[in-house]
């Protein structure tokens, strides 16, 4: 029996993508860095999950002798850290104040499942700090409360396709993978939700869109909110159809 409701971030709670990709490449510019992230560069390099992989990746693809030895003392953990220290910051101010509404269907979900009784959480490869400036003013401060568990990078260190954060949700919820349902954007995310056993929904977004969901339970635009021609046709008296179709 349907007993937890298990959401992914980035993507699925809100498409905050867009949002990431202009924080990385405002952090290059402070770090005097060269580099920008193009959409469809930044669509390839969502395959590696992680804020700081995704650097570390880049750099070593960008400029392999820097990657290896970056100069003036620096290791490559600490440079790339402090890039993405001045990424989570920029993207605190991109999504803070509700700038990043959450996608259709996601607040009536949760207010539904919480009046039903069921647990719902949090599986993601973010940051706290990200989760946070996305949630609380759509969710206002305290909404950790709304979650019977949070788990984030802080979690699990192995990130998404590894199952590490979806075990650790299972655990913290005290459920059977069976009883749960997760909702991803992405195939990392599909994976590691697969991977630890959980039914999983598909609603990917422009930058997920053409990767492979083999294994999905359903694929849907997003979750749904009736629109006017949906209720124009109900009360033609067709049954109401919700915005789910069948992959
Ligand atoms: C998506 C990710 C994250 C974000 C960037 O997480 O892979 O790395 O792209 O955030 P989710 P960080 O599992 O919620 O889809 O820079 O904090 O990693
Ligand atoms: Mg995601």
């Not at 402070?30 to 992680?50: C, F, N, P, Q």
């Not at 104040?97 to 959450?102: E, F, K, M």
């Not at 949700?169 to 056993?197: H, K, Q």
Request: charged residues 20%; hydrophobic residues 45%; aromatic residues 6%.
């Amino acid at each position: 029996m349907l007993k937890a409701l298990i959401f992914d971030v980035d993507g699925t709670l809100a498409d905050t993508e867009g949002a990431h990709r202009d924080a990385f490449n405002a952090a290059f510019r402070d770090a005097g860095l060269r580099w920008h992230w193009s959409e469809a560069m930044y669509t390839k390099l969502l395959e590696v999950s992680g804020g700081k992989e995704r650097i570390r990746h880049y750099w070593q693809l960008a400029d392999p002798a820097g990657a290896a030895a970056p100069g003036a003392g620096a290791t490559v953990a600490a440079t790339v850290d402090a890039i993405h220290a001045l990424k989570t910051r920029h993207y605190d101010r991109l999504a803070s104040g509700g700038r990043l509404g959450l996608r259709p269907g996601i607040l009536r979900l949760i207010r539904e499942a919480q009046a039903a009784r069921l647990a719902v959480a949090i599986a993601t490869t973010t940051t706290p700090a990200n989760i946070d400036a996305l949630l609380r003013t759509p969710l206002g401060s305290d909404w950790r409360g709304l979650f019977r568990a949070v788990c984030d990078a802080g979690t699990a260190a192995a990130k998404k396709p590894a199952p590490d954060v979806y075990h650790a949700a299972l655990a913290a919820l005290g459920l059977p993978a069976a009883d749960c349902l997760a909702f991803e954007d992405s195939a990392n995310g599909l994976l590691a939700a697969r991977a630890a056993g959980i039914p999983t929904l598909v609603t990917p977004t422009v930058y997920t869109r053409g990767q492979r969901f083999d294994g999905a339970l359903l694929r849907l635009d997003h979750l749904g909110e009736v629109d006017l021609a949906a209720l124009r046709r109900w009360h033609a008296g067709a049954p109401m159809q919700a915005h789910w179709r069948r992959p």
